[in-house]
């Protein structure tokens, strides 16, 4: 009763927290599981006598099984092939607990009937939530209907499972009084299913459910009347749907030619490639999204951590026996579920295998495109409707056949500790992975101290965890941004990312953060052996060419650099449109901001570097800046041949330049002198108060000497700006009530004075949704992305970001993308931003 319970119990609450995709909520159902199959062998043992239904999945089952356990030996990251190794056992368990345990007809009907009673309940709620009834933070896509779950696909990988069996239990069912109510739990889910919007879920199950037709209307269990009615429905559902609704419900379905518009081809592409590698037993289970990085298709800009198609996934992990026994297993479930079907003479036993048939063949063919099984709630739901299937006995006349081992006394006293001990490692392991996610959640949206104590603390529980060790690396590298002492910080960095590579060789990231730590503590040449080794990890990512390419400038090797971001640009240029790029990155311009760069972190060399790339450019900054460097170089006789100073902007513009250098390299006696001499030809240049302020703050002098210089910048600001000092903070509002409507694409603009540091962004908006999409904002500072966001709102909200401001006037850009206006429906889709927030803080080293 109790194993019945816990069966029941996981196909309610699976679907509930997303899909129970994270750590905390799959990790708790697997524990569930192991205390049912303690419980089922303590029963056994007490019997004396180990009894279990065999079936036709066994032998290739454990062949699987053994495939699966023999390939986290050889996988780069064991953590996350020991976690899906879980999964897998977990999935085989719940099988086997389902065979054994629901096994009559009162069972079956009820366990069948808490499935489609979850679909309906979940289903209700989704309509609710579409109509907007109830809303949540996860919810962004408001016409794509997902109940519970992240992504519509998966809700409708729920409902293919769930759907089939109202159909079963109608035909199955002996009280008429029953077959209505079976009936509108159908159409309920039905109508959630089709406002998910999954064409992948819709053919699937079209077909499926063809199949099902064809076979009930060869049985003579369903007539002409029962298409009239459902197709009348369906004509109900489009009257019922919400505006603009019916129009993406037909787009979706005239665009199925586009079915990899999420980029599924190229995903497909380079898990060939993998395949291909590692053809007969492939890198090992869990390791996909380790081993795709290194045959990423050119331009698949994009995190992949499932391959869209879970046979080609099992194919890449396991090889292609895993695939062979996975089709194998498919069509013996297949078999038989239609042979009960076919011989029974139990109208129940008829009408609810041929639902399951009809659920798990839908799933099925949907895993071509996508990952459903890869969805706990729903990898259980598939493994509780084929151990039903097999429990199902096909002739009623048949009796249930039984594996019975007896056991003797001695058998018991090393069997029961054994398989005691086997369940506790397995409820300890996965509880520690439980603990520890509980730990980083509890910390969240705590403070950098609480977070480091909380990831220490995991650490502590699961020390073999690559990810805990690059998010301590990250919280120290961020911390060193904003810190003057930063040298402490950045060695823990480098310490936590050499942590994270030698537990997860197969990381291009930690590669990478172990080069930026070396970097940002001087070691060029370290730096670039670990982007070399991230990019032979990940040789298409476009960001670590276009971090390679900045490091070979400082090292002087500007033909190498300039074939970096070559290649950079052309992997973005054939990314998928609705990807965040910067076009034009390497013109001129950029490579000027480069050279500034380079400048202030005092690399006079590869500050020339740069600007020499953009030599053509002839502006008279150029000019200037040029003549600075060749003169701090001792390269008079060259700097003479460019334009000299000729009036007071220029001179203040090249003694803030070369204050800027005597800052970066600590002189600080010698950039009071530049600044004061700038200050007396004017004292309001902004550059020059900018450098003040700087130069105070690195002296360490009181904030009340700062103050002034801070409240002279305030006022150089725009009159539209509203500015402020309160404590050691500083802000620039800008209300943008009036002209703050981006009603057609276009760029808003802001420009603004502050001191250099890191500034924090707030961009107060609302947006109003047309044609299955939210505005779209990008917003850039100098040039740089900094947030990238659908205003899913039609009420203001905040969205924030961060980024350092740079010697003079700065630029906030808010670019709006996505317009769309029908002149027919007067649908519109506009961007209202309200405000626009920066804050900037001066350090507190007094304390």
């Known amino acids: 009763m109790i194993i019945k319970f816990i069966l029941i119990l996981m196909i309610i609450v699976s679907p509930l927290f997303r899909g129970s995709v994270c750590p905390l909520a799959f990790g708790s159902l697997q524990i569930l599981t192991a205390v049912a199959m303690l419980l089922w062998f303590l029963h056994m043992a007490k019997e004396g006598i180990l009894r279990f239904k065999p079936t036709a999945l066994g032998i290739p089952l454990l062949l699987f099984l053994l495939l699966a356990a023999a390939s986290i030996f050889r996988a780069p990251y064991m953590h996350d ?17 389902t065979v054994n345990h629901i096994n009559d007809r009162r069972d079956i009907k009820k366990v069948v009937n808490v499935i489609v009673i979850v679909g309906a309940v979940l289903s209700i709620f989704g309509i609710i939530q579409y ?9 962004d896509i408001k016409n794509f209907l997902s109940s519970v779950y992240v992504n519509h696909n998966h809700f409708a990988g729920f409902l293919e499972l769930s759907i089939p069996l109202c159909i079963g239990l109608a035909l199955g069912e002996r009280n008429g009084m029953k077959r209505p109510f079976y009936i509108y739990l159908f159409f309920v889910m039905l109508l959630a299913f089709m406002l998910s919007m999954s064409r992948g879920a819709w053919f699937s199950l079209a077909f499926s459910m063809s199949i099902m037709f064809i076979l009930l209307y060869k049985k003579g269990f369903i007539r002409k009347r029962f298409f009239t009615l459902f197709f009348i429905f369906i004509l109900i559902g489009f009257l019922f749907m919400k505006n603009g609704a019916l129009d993406l419900f037909l787009g979706r379905i005239a665009s199925y030619k586009e079915f990899d518009f999420e980029g599924r081809l190229e995903i497909w592409n380079g898990t060939l490639g993998i395949i291909k590698d590692n053809l007969f037993f492939g890198t090992g289970i869990g390791t996909f999204i380790h081993c795709f990085p290194r045959y990423r298709p050119a331009g698949l800009n994009l995190f992949v951590n499932y391959a869209h198609n879970d046979y080609l996934q099992l194919a890449s992990e396991l090889g292609i026996v895993s695939l062979f026994l996975a089709f194998y297993m498919l069509f013996l479930i297949a078999r038989k579920a239609i042979k009960t079907y076919l011989v029974s003479e139990s109208n129940f036993k008829k009408g609810v295998s041929i639902g399951m048939f009809t659920g798990i063949l839908s799933i099925a063919i949907h895993s071509i495109v996508d990952f459903n099984l890869r969805i706990p709630a729903n990898a259980i739901l598939f493994a509780v409707l084929s151990g039903m299937i097999f429990s199902l006995r096909s002739r009623d006349a048949e009796p249930d056949k039984y594996l019975e081992i007896m056991l003797n006394r001695r058998a018991l006293y090393v069997l029961r500790p054994l ?7 397995w409820i300890l392991g996965i509880s520690r992975l439980v603990v520890a996610e509980a730990i980083l959640i509890s910390v969240r949206k705590a403070g950098c101290d609480e977070k480091l104590s909380g990831l220490n603390r995991a650490i502590n529980i699961l020390p073999g965890t690559s990810d805990y060790y690059k998010k301590l690396a990250q919280i120290h590298t961020g911390r060193a941004s904003i810190n003057y002492y930063k040298e402490k910080d950045l060695l823990m960095a480098l310490e936590y990312y050499r942590r ?11 590669w990478l953060g172990i080069g930026d730590s070396f970097l940002y503590l001087g070691d060029i040449d370290s730096a670039r052996g ?40 052309l992997l973005e240029k054939k990314s998928m449109a609705w990807l965040d790029l910067n076009h034009g990155k390497y013109e001129p311009e950029i490579y000027i901001e480069k050279g500034d760069l380079y400048y202030r972190k005092g690399d006079l060399e590869g500050a020339l570097k740069m600007y020499k790339l953009a030599e053509g450019f002839g502006s008279e900054e150029m000019s200037i800046k040029m003549v600075n460097i060749l003169e701090r170089m001792g390269q008079v006789d060259i700097a003479g041949k460019y334009p000299q100073p000729l009036n007071d902007s220029e001179n203040v513009l090249l003694l803030n330049s070369r204050a800027r250098h ?20 004017n ?24 103050m002034p210089y801070m409240h002279r910048l305030l006022e150089l600001n725009d009159k539209n700006g509203e500015g402020f000092i309160s404590g050691r903070n500083m802000a620039l509002i800008f209300n943008l009530e009036k002209d ?12 603004f004075i502050l001191p250099l540091g890191l500034v924090g962004v707030k961009i107060v908006a609302a947006g109003t949704f047309a044609k299955n999409e939210w505005p779209h904002m990008l917003v850039r500072m100098n040039s740089t992305s900094i947030l990238s966001a659908y205003v899913s709102s039609t009420s203001y909200a905040e969205y924030s970001a961060s980024a350092f401001s740079q010697e003079g006037a700065n630029l906030i850009e808010i670019e709006f993308s996505n317009d769309y206006f029908d002149s027919l429906s007067g649908e519109d889709r506009n961007l209202k931003i309200n405000k626009i927030i920066l804050e900037y803080k001066c350090p507190d080293y007094e304390n």
């Not at 960001?543 to 033909?559: Q, T």
């Not at 005597?662 to 030809?681: H, Q």
């Not at 020059?688 to 000497?705: A, G, H, S, V, Y």
């Open 81 to 97: 092939s020991l976690i899906e190794f879980s999964k897998l056992v977990n999935l085989i368990a719940i099988f086997y607990l």
């Open 131 to 139: 109509l907007g009834g109830i809303t949540n933070s996860w919810w």
């Open 419 to 425: 398989f005691i001990v086997i369940m506790f490692i």
């Open 500 to 510: 994270a590579s030698e537990i997860n060789p197969a990381d291009a990231w930690a």
């Open 530 to 569: 670990f982007y070399k080794k991230a990019l032979d990890l990940d040789p298409n990512n476009s960001y670590y060419l276009k971090k390679m390419g900045d490091l070979l400038v400082s090292l002087g090797n500007i033909d190498e650099a300039v074939n970096a971001f070559k290649r950079a640009s």
């Open 662 to 681: 005597f800052i970066s390299i600590g002189d600080y006696k010698k950039a009071e002198a530049l600044i004061e001499k700038a200050l007396s030809i």
């Open 683 to 706: 004292q309001n240049d902004c550059m020059t108060l900018q450098n003040k302020i700087d130069l105070l703050q690195r002296q360490r002098k009181p904030f009340e000497e700062i």
């Open 740 to 751: 703050g409507l981006i009603s057609s694409s276009g760029i808003k603009k802001i420009s």
